[in-house]
């Protein structure tokens, strides 16, 4: 059974820092792209960030978080990390990750493409 558990939200001061982590089991972690997504209340789930199998050879931030936010992965520990750093208060929502069973040189920002989701993990920004 594939299982993908996010930790490491909570809540944190506008200008801060977190870091997110979600650890996978039940599959071949390499063989994953991974992505984070987000939802707000009231709001559509939205991609945040990709990276690509393997050793992650490539990464994909939308506008929003370019330049703050930072995807990465430890295929040894099974785990996908988001490194999020000048939170702002628009950035509190509920952060998903995700997994996409595909092997070339691409991640998908559509919530449509990943095959498992975890629960997700609370980040709440304060102002």
């Known amino acids: 059974q594939v299982q993908l558990v996010e930790s490491g939200g909570g809540l944190v001061q506008a200008g801060g820092f977190q870091r997110l982590s979600c650890t996978a089991s039940?599959?071949?972690?390499?063989?994953?792209?991974m992505g984070w997504f987000r939802q707000a209340p009231g709001r559509e789930r939205e991609g945040v960030a990709c990276?690509?199998?393997?050793?992650?050879?490539?990464?994909y931030y939308t506008d929003f978080v370019q330049g703050r936010f930072t995807i990465s992965r430890d295929n040894a520990k099974n785990t996908l990390y988001l490194q999020m750093n000048s939170l702002k208060p628009e950035d509190t929502a509920m952060y998903y990750c995700?997994?996409?069973?595909?092997?070339?040189?691409?991640?998908?920002?559509?919530?449509?493409?990943?095959?498992?989701w975890g629960q997700g993990t609370q980040v709440t920004v304060s102002s």
């Open positions: 039940g599959l071949a972690f390499d063989d994953y792209a």
């Open positions: 995700a997994a996409d069973r595909r092997i070339d040189d691409h991640c998908s920002g559509s919530a449509v493409a990943y095959d498992y």
């Open positions: 990276i690509t199998w393997g050793s992650g050879g490539r990464k």
